[in-house]
């Protein structure tokens, strides 16, 4: 064999060096982001004074139907183009009612055989928390993979305000977090999953409407104020 291609005398070339340096900083990238993904946050009713090094505290939004008598005269009034103030039991409240659960279907309704995909990834009920004139939106995301042997749920959260986009009001976060894993910094990332995850959320056709015609939208204090024109 030519020495030109002997591998003992010359060794790997200054491309294969390189591109395997790329290689080894992308797959750790990717293993610590997996890391922090899937590292468990804390659930508190608020953030210590001291906080504990890396970690990541989740203050779940209150839902007290008490706190939330008013909400549905409110969005009839807001859909009928009134101004309205919310706190987060309402809005909480509202992205998860109490409901009847459908009737049994008649005996002999034939099952349709359930076939378990081999990969999910379902987005639960959003909760809100508002506090300190910032809005925190947060969503559990199951995850399931028969490959990996993983089912498990992480929570998505982001904290921020809303800001005019394409002649509507939309929420626009400040920091983001998936598991324990800061995101903000990766706008492309933190830009995707708000399309996939929270801008994808059902609303009702009348509330979108309504909120298409909002003149201004802001956070003050613990309420979310919607102002008409």
């Given at each position: 064999m030519?020495?030109k291609?002997d591998?003992t005398h010359y060794?790997?070339?200054?491309?294969e060096i390189?591109?395997g340096?790329v290689?080894?900083?992308?797959l750790?990238g990717v293993?610590a982001?997996?890391f922090?993904?899937f590292?468990?946050?804390?659930?508190?009713?608020?953030i210590?004074?001291?906080?504990?090094?890396g970690?990541v505290?989740?203050i779940?939004?209150?839902?007290?139907?008490s706190?939330a008598r008013r909400?549905?005269?409110?969005?009839?009034?807001f859909?009928?183009?009134?101004?309205?103030v919310?706190?987060e039991?309402?809005?909480?409240?509202?992205?998860?009612?109490?409901t009847?659960?459908p009737?049994p279907?008649p005996?002999?309704?034939?099952v349709?055989p359930y076939?378990p995909?081999t990969?999910l990834?379902?987005p639960?009920t959003?909760?809100?928390?508002?506090?300190?004139?910032l809005?925190?939106?947060?969503?559990?995301v199951?995850?399931k993979?028969?490959?990996?042997n993983?089912?498990?749920?992480v929570l998505?959260q982001?904290?921020?305000?809303f800001?005019r986009?394409?002649e509507?009001?939309?929420?626009?976060?400040k920091?983001?977090h998936i598991g324990?894993?800061p995101v903000?910094?990766?706008?492309?990332?933190?830009e995707?999953?708000?399309?996939?995850?929270?801008?994808?959320?059902?609303?009702?056709?009348?509330?979108v409407?309504a909120?298409s015609k909002?003149?201004?939208?802001?956070i003050q204090g613990?309420?979310?104020?919607?102002?008409?024109?």
């Amino acid at each position: 064999m030519s020495r030109k291609f002997d591998r003992t005398h010359y060794g790997p070339g200054w491309l294969e060096i390189i591109l395997g340096a790329v290689l080894s900083i992308v797959l750790g990238g990717v293993l610590a982001g997996a890391f922090f993904i899937f590292k468990p946050v804390a659930t508190v009713k608020e953030i210590p004074k001291e906080p504990a090094p890396g970690m990541v505290y989740y203050i779940e939004g209150s839902r007290e139907y008490s706190r939330a008598r008013r909400f549905t005269a409110k969005e009839k009034f807001f859909i009928s183009g009134g101004s309205v103030v919310v706190n987060e039991d309402e809005l909480n409240t509202a992205a998860n009612p109490v409901t009847t659960p459908p009737p049994p279907p008649p005996p002999g309704t034939p099952v349709a055989p359930y076939t378990p995909p081999t990969m999910l990834i379902a987005p639960g009920t959003p909760n809100f928390h508002i506090a300190d004139g910032l809005m925190q939106i947060a969503i559990p995301v199951r995850i399931k993979i028969d490959l990996a042997n993983l089912d498990t749920t992480v929570l998505i959260q982001a904290t921020g305000g809303f800001l005019r986009r394409d002649e509507t009001y939309a929420f626009v976060p400040k920091t983001m977090h998936i598991g324990s894993c800061p995101v903000e910094r990766l706008p492309m990332v933190m830009e995707y999953v708000l399309r996939k995850f929270y801008y994808a959320q059902p609303v009702p056709e009348e509330i979108v409407t309504a909120w298409s015609k909002l003149a201004d939208v802001t956070i003050q204090g613990s309420t979310l104020k919607l102002k008409m024109p």
